[in-house]
């Protein structure tokens, strides 16, 4: 079984473990578990040739997979569609070549939902990816092969997107770690987008140490020199926690929230470290932002759609078909409530960080799950803090979010320390 990749990245730079034998063992991982669906292509070639020639690094032969909406040199990005499935980059995204001058080592690229819009993994293309950790249930969307290569052991860290919580829901259906950093904290060029005003790239791991290492090395700037694994230094006695037992309606026709007291559950964990927690409302806004997303999602995609319609699978394609009456007027005024919203976030509410949990249902839904219905419920806890441009992480079930990543690494790291990752072993 492969170690973290903390663990593998010190063995390998001790001499301790040479840097074909985790590329190796994750390869055979990934054939072993075909019946995931974890990934659309796989590529031992350059993996074996890259692993040959390792140098010492932070991530030096740590196994890497890739969502298929990131670029990758040389290596097939479909984003998850008919349309792109012949696609090859000729660069890779800055946050690739990040972690690969960093040593880490990309053996494949990962199953997705369509284009990256969706919440539950399913696929019409490239086949649903499997949850190993609750057969029959959804991965979560949209970063789903992450997540189920993650928790089968096939490798040790992944690199996804998130919009609307595509780290943080697979992270909670299939007990991993995802991260979503503040917007515009770690580049998005050389990514698919669905939504730029929401869009971001973030970390998939299996511990918050091995997520906060990745961070760290993506995020290369002084404002966060402090953050990542430095951050489990801080002192958190004392952080003010709110705690949130709903969320403020943000699609149309969005239903008010029942009372949930899973996040009380979590606070008093935090508050036994040391915080002190006190039950919240988050600011609610005062009109509708959900036409930013549609209307941003409805310009990425009109050079193919209505174009090549047929081309779409049919989920994406309600999708789409809704989003051509999104008009630039809804659009412009709902980046005026965005806008608004986010700033009265500065300061209100009064808290350090955030808890609360990861999916908006309490049971993960089946796999064969209607997409369309169970959507908005689904993400209503990792949409906010898109919305709001915060970091936000995802251990397991239990969602932290903060203004900023220090003090989110802060306590995601105490929480590890206290309780563990959210699942100690990886699913047979």
Same mark, same amino acid.
């Given at each position: 079984m492969l170690g973290t990749a903390w663990e593998i990245a010190r063995a390998v730079r001790s001499g301790e473990l040479d840097p074909m034998d985790p590329i190796e063992q994750a390869l055979a991982k990934i054939a072993e578990r075909d019946d995931l669906n974890a990934l659309i292509t796989v590529c031992p070639e350059p993996a074996l040739a890259r692993a040959r020639n390792a140098e010492p690094g932070p991530l030096a032969g740590v196994p890497l997979l890739v969502k298929d909406v990131i670029d990758t040199a040389g290596i097939r990005t479909t984003a998850g569609s008919k349309i792109y499935a012949d696609r090859v980059p000729a660069e890779s995204a800055p946050a690739v070549r990040a972690l690969e001058d960093a040593g880490a080592i990309v053996i494949g690229k990962t199953n997705c939902d369509e284009f990256a819009w969706g919440v539950t993994g399913q696929n019409t293309h490239y086949g649903d990816a499997r949850n190993p950790k609750l057969p029959g249930r959804i991965t979560g969307g949209s970063s789903s092969g992450n997540a189920a290569a993650l928790a089968a052991g096939i490798a040790p860290l992944a690199l996804g997107t998130d919009t609307g919580g595509s780290v943080r829901m697979p992270a909670g259906c299939c007990d991993v770690v995802g991260m979503k950093p503040r917007l515009g904290g770690v580049s998005t060029v050389g990514v698919f987008p669905l939504c730029p005003s929401f869009d971001t790239i973030g970390p998939m791991a299996r511990t918050v140490k091995d997520c906060a290492l990745c961070y760290e090395i993506l995020a290369r700037g002084p404002l966060d020199a402090l953050a990542g694994t430095q951050a489990g230094e801080r002192d958190i006695n004392g952080l003010r926690v709110g705690v949130l037992t709903g969320m403020p309606p943000l699609a149309p026709n969005e239903a008010a929230p029942e009372h949930d007291e899973r996040a009380l559950e979590f606070a008093a964990r935090l508050e036994a470290l040391g915080m002190r927690a006190q039950e919240l409302a988050l600011p609610v806004p005062a009109g509708d932002i959900w036409s930013v997303f549609y209307g941003e999602a409805a310009a990425t995609h009109r050079d193919t759609f209505p174009a090549r319609r047929d081309d779409y699978g049919p989920t994406i394609r309600a999708k789409l078909e809704s989003a051509q009456h999104t008009g630039p007027n809804a659009v412009s005024a709902g980046r005026q409530t965005l806008e608004a919203w986010r %700033?009265?976030?500065?300061? &209100?509410?009064? *808290?350090?960080?955030?808890?609360?949990?990861?999916?908006?249902?309490?049971?993960?839904? !089946?796999? %064969?799950?209607?997409?369309? &219905?169970?959507? *908005?419920?689904?993400?209503?806890?990792?949409?906010?803090?898109?919305?709001?441009?915060? !970091?936000?992480?995802?251990?397991?079930?239990?969602?932290?979010?903060?203004?900023?990543?220090?003090?989110?690494f802060a306590a995601a790291l105490a929480w590890e320390r206290a309780y563990g990752p959210p699942a100690e072993s990886p699913a047979a």
């Amino acid at each position: 079984m492969l170690g973290t990749a903390w663990e593998i990245a010190r063995a390998v730079r001790s001499g301790e473990l040479d840097p074909m034998d985790p590329i190796e063992q994750a390869l055979a991982k990934i054939a072993e578990r075909d019946d995931l669906n974890a990934l659309i292509t796989v590529c031992p070639e350059p993996a074996l040739a890259r692993a040959r020639n390792a140098e010492p690094g932070p991530l030096a032969g740590v196994p890497l997979l890739v969502k298929d909406v990131i670029d990758t040199a040389g290596i097939r990005t479909t984003a998850g569609s008919k349309i792109y499935a012949d696609r090859v980059p000729a660069e890779s995204a800055p946050a690739v070549r990040a972690l690969e001058d960093a040593g880490a080592i990309v053996i494949g690229k990962t199953n997705c939902d369509e284009f990256a819009w969706g919440v539950t993994g399913q696929n019409t293309h490239y086949g649903d990816a499997r949850n190993p950790k609750l057969p029959g249930r959804i991965t979560g969307g949209s970063s789903s092969g992450n997540a189920a290569a993650l928790a089968a052991g096939i490798a040790p860290l992944a690199l996804g997107t998130d919009t609307g919580g595509s780290v943080r829901m697979p992270a909670g259906c299939c007990d991993v770690v995802g991260m979503k950093p503040r917007l515009g904290g770690v580049s998005t060029v050389g990514v698919f987008p669905l939504c730029p005003s929401f869009d971001t790239i973030g970390p998939m791991a299996r511990t918050v140490k091995d997520c906060a290492l990745c961070y760290e090395i993506l995020a290369r700037g002084p404002l966060d020199a402090l953050a990542g694994t430095q951050a489990g230094e801080r002192d958190i006695n004392g952080l003010r926690v709110g705690v949130l037992t709903g969320m403020p309606p943000l699609a149309p026709n969005e239903a008010a929230p029942e009372h949930d007291e899973r996040a009380l559950e979590f606070a008093a964990r935090l508050e036994a470290l040391g915080m002190r927690a006190q039950e919240l409302a988050l600011p609610v806004p005062a009109g509708d932002i959900w036409s930013v997303f549609y209307g941003e999602a409805a310009a990425t995609h009109r050079d193919t759609f209505p174009a090549r319609r047929d081309d779409y699978g049919p989920t994406i394609r309600a999708k789409l078909e809704s989003a051509q009456h999104t008009g630039p007027n809804a659009v412009s005024a709902g980046r005026q409530t965005l806008e608004a919203w986010r %700033d009265r976030a500065r300061s &209100e509410p009064a *808290v350090d960080i955030i808890v609360c949990p990861t999916l908006g249902v309490r049971e993960i839904p !089946p796999g %064969d799950v209607d997409e369309l &219905e169970i959507r *908005v419920a689904f993400s209503a806890y990792t949409r906010a803090f898109s919305y709001l441009g915060w !970091p936000a992480i995802a251990i397991g079930g239990v969602q932290l979010a903060a203004r900023e990543e220090t003090t989110l690494f802060a306590a995601a790291l105490a929480w590890e320390r206290a309780y563990g990752p959210p699942a100690e072993s990886p699913a047979a």
